[in-house]
């Protein structure tokens, strides 16, 4: 007589039947499927023993139940991403959870260069000068409304310029004439001097500073033969093509000051009424 060919747990015969071996004995498949399968954690079926296992953090599943959960595309071989207990593809995940580039619309992958700026994002070479249209990356830049632009673009285009040089002013910067000006391209037509924080005039637009303007326009004291710049002030008497001085405009024999006094003129000289009835 042969030997008993039974299945380890129903104990049915498994002459001529499919079956399957086990360190604990021969199981037919119906038993063997019920007693090691495990249960597909998507469709809740077990997973028999010719069918194809996937598993993934202590959970199985059917092949064909391994698959996105958006757009159900099999992740059996595809690159995946696992958020809150879903199963989502690289290209569903990038777009729901992945920003969109405000430059071309196109996603930025996780793990990509990107920047961030006023509650939106570029790709590293998305981000470029509105004026010259070279990528600013890590580079200084300055918004204007929805604009951005590089620190130089900026100045060439915002900045305004000074009257002689017509470079851009930064920073600082004197106004003439309603017009700015460097603080260092300020400076006296005749000397040179830095005319910045001190008392010029100008004549023909162009600016001098007191010593350069009175040696070169104001007309000269009578007296002292200084100039009168009539800046900050200073009075002065004039008669016909003379001009003195109020501290300048005395008798030339007494020295009293003629300033508000009725005076006579005496040759070059001009004198007190008193000095003048005296005679010579």
Not at 150 to 158: I, L, S
Not at 170 to 188: A, I, N, S
Request: net charge negative; aromatic share 12%.
């Amino acid at each position: 007589m042969s030997e008993a060919f039974d299945c380890a747990k129903c104990s049915e015969s498994l002459y001529g039947r499919k079956y399957i071996q086990t360190d604990s004995g021969p199981y037919c498949v119906p038993c063997y499927d019920n007693t090691f399968a495990n249960t597909c954690a998507e469709c809740q079926q077990l997973i028999g023993h010719d069918s194809r296992e996937l598993f993934y953090e202590d959970r199985h599943f059917h092949e064909g139940c391994f698959r996105c959960c958006r757009c159900q595309r099999s992740l059996a071989d595809e690159p995946f991403t696992c958020q809150d207990s879903e199963l989502l593809c690289n290209d569903c995940y990038c777009s729901a959870f992945s920003s969109q580039c405000s430059a071309c619309g196109e996603t930025v992958m996780p793990g990509s260069r990107k920047l961030e700026y006023g509650g939106q994002t570029w790709h590293e070479h998305c981000f470029l000068c509105s004026g010259c249209e070279q990528p600013l990356g890590s580079r200084s830049f300055v918004p204007d409304k929805d604009a951005h632009y590089c620190v130089p673009c900026y100045e060439n285009k915002f900045a305004p310029r000074c009257a002689r040089c017509s470079k851009t002013l930064t920073q600082g910067g004197v106004t003439y004439r309603d017009q700015p000006w460097h603080r260092e391209c300020l400076v006296c037509t005749g000397c040179q001097t830095p005319l910045a924080g001190q008392q010029f005039t100008s004549r023909d637009d162009d600016p001098y500073c007191v010593t350069c303007f009175g040696e070169l326009f104001a007309p000269k004291c009578s007296s002292c033969k200084r100039p009168i710049t009539g800046l900050g002030g200073g009075k002065y008497v004039s008669f016909e093509d003379r001009h003195w001085h109020h501290s300048c405009f005395s008798c030339a024999r007494c020295s009293t000051s003629l300033v508000g006094q009725g005076f006579v003129p005496d040759g070059d000289q001009v004198l007190c009424q008193g000095c003048s009835q005296a005679g010579p």
